[in-house]
């Protein structure tokens, strides 16, 4: 019988290794029944993932940091024991905004809105702003929800700006609205996602994470093969419907590009470790000077999985 594991992560299509995993059977073939469920926002995941509801989390990795150092958005009923233990990408981040925003300047005094202030990408924002000359007091946020939620609000002009991940700044380019900047442009080396889980858990299930991370990378290695980009097609579009189709090949070469895309070892990058830790020392309340990132993180699991 097949053994169980609840992940949970956000809507998109930076999840294309592990929809890939699920439906190739890489982890079928591994004897795990993997169920993806979706959250709106990083306060629902991180409770989800304290409270043993999820077992696996794909997130931010600076949510993580955020609830290991009791700043996230909200108290939780217990202590978490948060890390990671591989990673995935540099956040795919855009800066976006409606159609009237031709300037940084010209969100000074507008509606920006973002999942929490205090965790996910809010810095990388903050930071984004401040390099181009708008202060946090210049301009007003307001908390909307996950990615889903913000790319609707923003169709709708129920604020002028916000930050999304890929495909979602292509969508908003379809819908009307304007790409203002990536933020890889600025902030080439970032930690975004994560696979991250329990201390307790993932050593009482070692193997389970193990055969887990295992079938994540032959997912990844099918992507990054001769044949997978086109396949890679098909599965965005079933995992995407609404997603218009003209979009689906320019996303899938962001997602897989050799430069800016996919991790293909799903490695953690000690130097964007470093730099979320260094946005959240800068804008993080109560403030802390944070510096190790070993302390986050465990790959012990990643090395027996990769050697496997």
Known sequence: MADTIDVIAFPGGFNLPIWAAIDKGYFAARDLDVRLHYTGSSVEQVTALVSGKCQIGLTGFDNIVAYQEGQGEVQLDRAPDLFAFMGSDSAFLSLVATADIASYADLKGRKIAVDAMTTGFAFVLREMLERNGV?????????????????????????????????????????????LQSAATLIPHYQGVVGCAGRAWASAHRSELERFIAGYLEALRWLFSAGGMQDAHGLLQSRLPQMPPALIPVTCRKLLAAEGGFEPSAKLDPLGMDMVLTLRSKFALPPKQLGDHGKFIDESYYLNAARA
Do not use: H, I, Y
């Not at 946090?136 to 908390?143: C, I, K, L």
């Not at 990615?147 to 609000?153: D, I, K």
């Open 135 to 179: 202060a946090t007091s210049d301009v007003n946020f307001e908390r909307a929800g996950g990615v889903v939620e913000r790319f609707q609000g923003l169709k709708e002009g129920r604020f002028a700006a916000t930050l999304v991940l890929t495909p979602f700044e292509l969508m908003a380019e379809a819908a009307g609205c304007r790409v």
